[in-house]
């Protein structure tokens, strides 16, 4: 059975849950539809310190009050994987895997994902020492040695939440020089824990009796062949965004990142994105709730040039 809204907000991360309590608050009938629990990727992350009102918070405190702002004006959240969207003009059917959705206004609030760094060991050690997330899997290396392969924000700062746990940390880097923001270095290189290994192109995870033993890497100075022994390997090689369902819109870029103006329009009407998801420099909690807040706001205003005409159901 069809429902409808004239607002589906597609993703409950930080972004979706924004823009749907403003799309609500402005008395627009929301849903927020998600495939998992709502809070997005806030979920992986142990203490965000960067998100103003709180010294520190927990990823998962702060989802569940966002989640209670976002829903307090009657936006319904609903469970779903989107696979498609069909535009009709001044309608757009959502085909999730679990039901369709009619609205006039849908928001891409999809975020991203961890990208794979496509070595041998990978795929097969996926879930028996290779992890793409600290928060959910550190427990298991407890006074372990664990390696971190990535120099960005989130190889860096999940390092350093990783020595609270185990026993030594090595991050391995491409380059000589981290990319993650100052601060995170800063506490890194001051944390006896933790130790770099740079220069390095990681070749394969390597394992005995079916669990991981190591990451095996070539020394770029020297071309030498060696090994970090580790019982875990945490990856953080970058982020790619989620936008599979959306490839028939034409509103990707090159790299499939989704285009928008600062209204958070895409190229297609009544069509809006926010986030991680979009293309842009700066991708944080602050920046998907700002750009949340634009969209909830401007699904408003575009819902007003709309006749009756186009508000009336199609299906
Ligand atoms: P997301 O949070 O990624 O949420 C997207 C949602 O869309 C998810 O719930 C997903 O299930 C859903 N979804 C995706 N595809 C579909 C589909 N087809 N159908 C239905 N639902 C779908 N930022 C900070 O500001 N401070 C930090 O300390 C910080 N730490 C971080 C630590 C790590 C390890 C990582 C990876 C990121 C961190 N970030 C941090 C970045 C921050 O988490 C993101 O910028 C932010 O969560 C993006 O929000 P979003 O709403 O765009 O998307
Ligand atoms: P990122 O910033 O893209 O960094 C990816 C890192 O992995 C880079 O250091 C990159 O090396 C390396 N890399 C890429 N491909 C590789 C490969 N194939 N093999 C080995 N190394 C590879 O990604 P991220 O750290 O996941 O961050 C994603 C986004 O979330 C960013 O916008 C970030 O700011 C945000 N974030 C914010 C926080 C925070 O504010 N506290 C925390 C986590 C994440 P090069 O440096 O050589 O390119």
């Known amino acids: 059975m069809m429902k ?30 998600d495939r998992g629990i709502y809070g997005g990727q ?33 936006a319904t959240f609903e469970y779903g994987t989107v696979e498609s ?7 757009k059917i959502i085909h999730t895997d679990d039901g369709d959705y009619e609205t006039s206004v849908v928001i891409i609030a999809t975020g991203s994902q961890y990208k794979k760094i496509g070595v041998p060991g990978e795929e097969e050690m996926s879930g028996r020492g290779v992890s793409y997330c600290a928060v959910c899997d550190g427990a ?9 392969i990535g120099g960005g ?9 990783l020595t609270q746990l185990a026993k030594s940390v090595t991050i391995i880097h491409r380059r000589d020089q981290l990319r993650a923001q100052k601060i995170l270095q800063d506490r890194a290189f001051k944390n006896d824990k933790i130790n770099f290994v740079w220069n390095a192109d990681v070749e394969e995870i390597t394992s005995e009796d079916g669990k991981v033993s190591g990451v095996k890497y070539v020394d770029k100075e020297t071309g030498d062949e060696k090994v970090v022994p580790a019982s875990g390997a945490f990856i953080y090689v970058g982020i790619q965004p989620m936008t599979d369902p959306f490839q028939d819109l034409g509103i990707l870029d090159s790299e499939n990142w ?19 998801v979009r293309k842009k420099d700066l991708r944080q909690i602050t920046t ?28």
């Open 153 to 161: 924000d989130s190889a860096v700062e999940e390092g350093v939440y």
């Open 4 to 33: 409808n809204y004239d607002v589906v907000v597609i993703g409950a991360g930080p972004g979706g849950l924004t823009a749907a309590l403003y799309a609500s608050r402005a008395n627009l009938s929301v849903a927020i539809l």
């Open 42 to 74: 806030m979920n992986n992350t142990a203490e965000i310190e960067n998100y103003p009102g709180f010294d520190s918070i927990l990823g998962p405190d702060l989802s569940e009050k966002m989640y209670n702002s976002s829903t307090r004006f009657g």
């Open 140 to 148: 298991f290396f407890k006074n372990q040695d664990v390696a971190v």
């Open 288 to 315: 998907a709730v700002g750009d949340g807040g634009i969209a909830g706001q401007e699904a408003f205003n575009y819902i007003q040039t709309l006749s009756d005409a186009d508000l009336a159901d199609v299906k």
């Open 85 to 91: 969207i069909e535009d009709k003009g001044s309608k």
């Open 258 to 276: 989704i285009e928008t103006n600062d209204k958070m329009e895409t190229s297609v009407p009544g069509v809006y994105a926010i986030g991680d």
